[in-house]
């Protein structure tokens, strides 16, 4: 991908006219990013995963309880396939799950730092917590707040070696720009 074709790429690759397409490149401009691949990655991931959760986390949340996270370790070995080689770093799809799970069977077994074990031991006992007792923080350390419009759309940031809150992650994610697509 160059920045000459960043454009065709994202109306091949999402299935949009050349004027969306036009106008998701000056949403997410290559000037932004170090590489271009990277600006297709991040609106990809925004608009496939990000804001479809964010909605996701605001319809459950008026019926049940609902808490909501992100991980965000752009520095978590990948397990089944290479990490982008620096000077990009990106957490990426399934990047936790060696976080949460012994892979025995993964071809790369780079160990997890001292601040990346205590994360995967603050998620393991959040999630434990959750199947137990429908609250990750209730037998965590994890102080993991309660999605809704009431606390201001909170999301745990799950990042080494300390998981952090925000109320941002539409902002961060474009989701206003993504709830107007045609």
Same mark, same amino acid.
Request: net charge negative; proline share 9%; glycine share 4%.
């Given at each position: 991908?160059?920045?000459? =074709?960043?454009?065709?790429? /994202?109306? @091949?690759?999402?299935?949009?006219?050349?004027?969306? @397409?036009? +106008? /998701?490149?000056a949403?997410?401009?290559?000037?932004?990013y170090v590489? !271009? %691949?990277? *600006?297709?990655?991040?609106? #990809?991931?925004?608009?496939?995963?990000?804001? !479809? $959760?964010?909605?996701?986390n605001?319809?459950?949340?008026?019926r049940? &309880?609902t808490? @909501?996270y992100?991980? #965000?370790? #752009?520095?978590?070995?990948?397990?089944?396939v290479?990490?982008? &080689? !620096?000077?990009?770093?990106?957490?990426t799809?399934?990047s936790?799950?060696?976080?949460?799970?012994?892979? =025995?069977?993964?071809? =790369?077994?780079?160990p997890?730092?001292?601040?990346?074990?205590?994360? *995967?031991?603050?998620?393991?006992?959040?999630w *434990?917590?959750? +199947?137990?007792?429908?609250d990750?923080s209730?037998e965590?350390?994890?102080?993991w !707040?309660?999605?809704?419009a009431?606390?201001? *759309?909170?999301?745990l940031?799950?990042?080494p070696?300390?998981?952090v809150?925000?109320s941002?992650f %539409?902002?961060?994610?474009?989701? +206003?720009?993504?709830?107007? $697509?045609?």
């Open positions: 991908m160059t920045a000459q =074709n960043y454009q065709s790429v /994202i109306s @091949a690759v999402l299935g949009v006219s050349a004027a969306r @397409a036009a +106008a /998701i490149a949403e997410y401009p290559v000037s932004s590489l !271009p %691949a990277v *600006a297709f990655s991040t609106l #990809d991931a925004d608009a496939s995963w990000a804001c !479809p $959760a964010l909605q996701m605001q319809w459950l949340s008026k049940v &309880p808490f @909501a992100e991980f #965000d370790d #752009d520095n978590a070995p990948g397990r089944y290479p990490n982008f &080689p !620096p000077p990009v770093a990106a957490a799809h399934l936790e799950l060696p976080y949460l799970f012994d892979l =025995n069977d993964a071809p =790369n077994q780079t997890l730092s001292a601040a990346q074990q205590t994360l *995967a031991t603050s998620m393991r006992a959040a *434990a917590s959750f +199947a137990s007792e429908g990750p209730e965590s350390n994890v102080r !707040p309660s999605f809704g009431e606390n201001g *759309a909170k999301v940031s799950l990042v070696a300390r998981p809150v925000f941002d %539409a902002s961060r994610h474009h989701c +206003a720009f993504w709830a107007g $697509a045609q």
